[in-house]
Nanobody, 128 residues
């Protein structure tokens, strides 16, 4: 049984930094996508960043490129999101996600529908 546990959210002023963690159990990352999504009130869930097969490929939404870094510690089976230069528009509930079907091609990493498992969400609030 797969479990994803997200943690690390909090409140910070604009320009500050936060790090999120997603501890996975029962999930084998080889050949599979994992990702971070976020959802602000009144808005659809959107993809923030994704990592394939422990780091073979990495992708970011344009809105976070150069500010956020996704990574994995394969030994700990944990995914991270380092968020720098945070902006008020980054305020949202952040979710980690994992896709159970192996394979790189034929899917878009930012389609929430391709992911089978989700963490419980961790709130990030950025004040101006």
């Amino acid at each position: 049984q797969v479990h994803l546990v997200g943690s690390g959210g909090g409140s910070v002023q604009a320009g500050g930094s936060l790090s999120l963690s997603c501890a996975a159990s029962g999930f084998y990352y080889t050949g599979k996508w994992m990702a971070w999504f976020r959802q602000a009130p009144g808005r659809e869930r959107e993809g923030v960043a994704a990592i394939y097969s422990g780091g073979v490929s990495i992708a970011y939404d344009d809105s976070v490129k150069g500010r956020f870094t996704i990574s994995r510690d394969n030994a700990k089976n944990t995914m991270y999101l380092r968020m720098n230069l945070l902006k008020p528009e980054d305020t949202a509930m952040y979710y980690c996600a994992a896709r159970d079907t192996p394979g790189y091609n034929g899917v878009r990493w930012d389609w929430s529908s391709i992911y089978d498992y989700w963490g419980q969400g961790t709130q990030v609030t950025v004040s101006s």
